[in-house]
């Protein structure tokens, strides 16, 4: 009688889990960079189109929104004459990493200053935690 031996022998398969793991080693640390930078680009696309869309309620109104009205004033008539909107069509976002963003109007460097505080959500910080601003 002759023994069916199909099948993979350890030694074949550590060897195939070996390669996996090298190739992992090899691909994961380039995703993980590009997601980060992928958030931060996000981040300043949305500060930029959130501009665009308080500088039209701008032209419409004669002024940009309060601190207290925010950036919701760009979805729901505060009551303002001139009022024209929504300004947005999804509604305002949130920042890459799921806070809102920082809106003051008047601002500190502008007539508004709208702000995302990175990964760590604090002022300041370096790479992925470093903040994304409105007039930088």
Known sequence: MKKNNSGFTLVELLVVM???????????PRYIAKEKK?????ARVQIELLGQALDQFR???GRYP??????????NNPGIPGWDGPYLKKGVPLDPWGRPYIYQSPGNHGDYDLVSYGADG??????????????E
């Open 122 to 135: 604090a002022p300041g910080g370096e790479g992925e935690n470093k903040d994304i601003t409105s007039w």
């Open 38 to 42: 992928g958030r931060y680009q996000a």
């Open 59 to 61: 032209l419409d109104t």
């Open 18 to 28: 070996v390669i996996l793991g090298l190739l992992a080693a090899l691909v994961v």
């Open 66 to 75: 309060t601190t207290s009205e925010g950036l919701n004033a760009l979805i």
